[in-house]
């Protein structure tokens, strides 16, 4: 693993090639991943992605292997964490670090209902204007998909940026979405947070990413002498190795787990 003094040059090239990540060691690092694109596959909607017994059986591995020193930190709201990955994962952060459940189950997330009813409102008339749009209620936040129709991205982003102002939140953009948020944490907060506490505190952050929103995490991890992993072909990045993707992705933990028996 790279010292804590490697240099934090972030790559600037859509085709800079990123080394492997070298293998894991797990008696020192604190893991914390992403979910969509990261340890599952993206899908058409967040809907389409629920349990998966090959991804519990590796969670349930590297539980053990880094003695619960694991987090996963997305996108999604809580519940739906906990949907997908069955609730086997106490230590959540979850719509991008705005609320957060420490490994003790201790859930925080901000105060106050904001305009976030607004902002939803806002998205759904956008939305009535194309059947392949969606709007997702995180609670603390709203998204407005265009995975299923990309030509509307532009409009999409216009239409967050002027919202925001207006409801006094936060523009939140990703992989073919952009969401309006309450102010607060980002999931670079969400690990600084956890690395605070039991068991996470005093171990080497490792940060796994594929998303615009994941650059906050891998920035989090390197001022605590760890790095970042991105997974897919996304550039420029703050992380210091890549993975070519999901598949990818599960084999090098899966590798990991192996050299720590």
Not at 117 to 142: C, W
Request: positive net charge; glycine residues 14%; contains cysteine.
């Amino acid at each position: 693993m790279p010292a804590a003094g490697a240099s934090t040059a972030v790559s600037t090239s859509r085709e800079a090639r990123l080394p492997r990540p070298p293998l894991l060691e797990l008696s020192r690092i604190a893991l914390f991943a992403d979910l969509d694109g990261t340890l599952a596959p993206l899908e058409a909607t967040p809907d389409s992605v629920g349990p998966d017994a090959g991804r519990r059986r590796l969670l349930e591995a590297l539980l053990r292997a880094l003695s619960g020193r694991l987090a996963v930190v997305s996108g999604r709201a809580l519940g739906d964490v906990d949907r997908v990955l069955e609730g086997r994962i106490r230590a959540v952060g979850a719509v991008h670090g705005l609320v957060r459940r420490s490994a003790r189950g201790v859930v925080t997330g901000p105060l106050g209902e904001g305009r976030i009813g607004a902002a939803k409102e806002g998205f759904l008339s956008f939305a009535r204007t194309d059947d392949k749009l969606l709007v997702e209620d995180k609670g603390p936040a709203v998204a407005l998909h265009f995975r299923g129709a990309p030509q509307a991205g532009p409009a999409c982003m216009d239409l967050a940026s002027r919202l925001a102002p207006k409801l006094g939140l936060t523009v939140q953009k990703g992989d073919m979405v952009v969401e309006l948020r309450r102010p607060g944490p980002d999931k670079g907060g969400a690990v600084e947070a956890f690395l605070g506490e039991p068991p996470f505190a005093g171990f080497t952050p490792v940060f796994l990413g594929d998303d615009l929103t994941d650059e906050a995490g891998f920035r989090a991890v390197r001022k605590h002498g760890g790095f970042g992993v991105i997974v897919g072909g996304r550039r420029p990045s703050a992380a210091l190795y890549a993975l070519d993707d999901v598949d990818a992705t599960q084999a090098w933990l899966r590798a990991g787990i192996e050299a720590a028996r």
